[in-house]
């Protein structure tokens, strides 16, 4: 057996440094993108979330909670954003901070699209989707859940005007120290709202066809790596999860597709299992991770020794984690050493200051 073989077959080849793009990770495991809406003022991430993504620094690569590109693109209280420069400061602080750790960190391009409410809308605008189809949801704003608010179809002058933002973001991003993005196409908001039927209707060249569907996502993915380079772009989609689509295999085999000829960094896959409409329908992720050249990122629900299993299969390059990162800052080391693992606990997910956000002890400490 040869030693590359070898390592693969034990435990300890995600603990092993992986190249992505210009990048060396210390390992392979990533820290999923987590909304804790604990953004000041003007929705600039506060020096405590310095302290929370410097302390879950080990992961090999951070990926941010979704940051808005643009008032409009928000959705939720307390969201931080990234399109003025106090946002821009307050990043830096946390880029800084992980560098510092040896860590790396992107930074999320988040538009919710119709997930949102007009109270945290411009001028209490509708919120914009691809077509008026509201969804069967809630978001939470002054402090509870309230169901989504009534929203507008885009025009085609304004989906350009979207697409511009993401890019003017990314830019943004970059100034704020971060090693790169991810564009958020997946979890139900506007990019995915654009790929699957269930919320676009539109009859122009953004709704129909698999390749119409596909195009806003495309052209924004096109867009970013034009800004900051493909090398430091990633995309996160969710083939079936949250919005209803007749096709997801066709359409997101055909995004995967085209996102690997762009040479764009990682496609992240949120692989179902969140109760989503689509979930019980066949989705082959190996034929997706088949269209998609580059590095593949696996995330939902995945433990050790399901990353491992996957791993020694080939079918995943890197592995996300989400909750289990909120109550154990140090879980890389955790699964080294078959640590125990601290529990979330859901009062403190969303809002609030330090308490369930900065408080929770690495092992060690
Ligand atoms: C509190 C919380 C906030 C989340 N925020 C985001 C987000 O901002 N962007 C995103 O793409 N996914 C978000 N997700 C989804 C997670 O990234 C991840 O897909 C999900 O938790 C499943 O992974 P896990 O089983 O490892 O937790 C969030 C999930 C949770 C629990």
Do not use: C
Request: zero cysteines; charged letters at 20%.
């Amino acid at each position: 057996m040869k030693s590359d073989e070898r390592n693969a077959m034990t435990d300890n080849a995600i603990f092993e440094p992986y190249r992505l793009g210009k990048l060396t990770l210390a390992n392979r495991i990533v820290m999923a993108p987590l909304t804790r809406n604990r953004a000041g003022a003007g929705f600039v991430p506060g020096d405590i979330a310095a302290t929370y993504y410097a302390q879950r620094a080990t992961a090999g690569l951070i990926i941010s909670e979704g940051a808005q590109i643009s008032q409009e693109g928000q959705g939720y209280q307390d969201t931080p954003g990234i399109y003025t420069q106090t946002q821009i400061d307050g990043w830096r602080k946390v880029t800084d901070a992980v560098h510092a750790k040896g860590g790396h960190i992107f930074l999320q391009l988040w538009h919710v699209g119709r997930i949102s409410h007009v109270d945290l809308q411009p001028n209490a605008q509708a919120p914009v989707a691809p077509s008026a189809i509201k969804a069967e949801t809630k978001v939470f704003v002054n402090n509870v859940f309230v169901d989504v608010s009534e929203p507008r179809a885009l025009k085609l002058d304004e989906i350009q005007t979207i697409i511009a933002g993401f890019r003017r973001a990314a830019a943004k991003a970059i100034a704020a120290g971060f090693d790169g993005v991810e564009v958020h196409g997946a979890n139900g908001y506007l990019l995915e709202q654009f790929a699957k039927d269930g919320s676009n209707t539109r009859t122009d060249a953004y709704g129909g066809s698999v390749e119409h569907r596909a195009r806003m996502i495309l052209e924004v993915a096109a867009a970013v790596a034009a800004e900051v380079g493909a090398e430091r772009t990633g995309v996160r989609i969710s083939p079936v999860n949250s919005v209803t689509s007749s096709d997801p295999q066709a359409q997101f085999n055909y995004i995967a597709e085209k996102l690997g000829q762009m040479g764009i960094a990682y496609l992240h896959v949120v692989e179902a299992g969140r109760g989503g409409p689509n979930e019980s329908a066949a989705f082959d992720y190996a034929e997706l991770r088949a269209k998609f050249a580059n590095t593949y990122i696996a995330n939902n629900g995945y433990d050790l020794d399901r990353a491992t299993l996957r791993l020694t299969e080939g079918a995943a390059d890197l592995f996300s984690f989400g909750r289990p990162f909120i109550a154990n800052p140090d879980l890389v080391e955790r699964l080294k050493t078959a640590a125990p693992l601290a529990e979330v606990n859901p009062a403190t997910i969303y809002g609030g200051g330090a308490e369930g956000y900065t408080d929770y002890p690495s092992i060690a400490a």
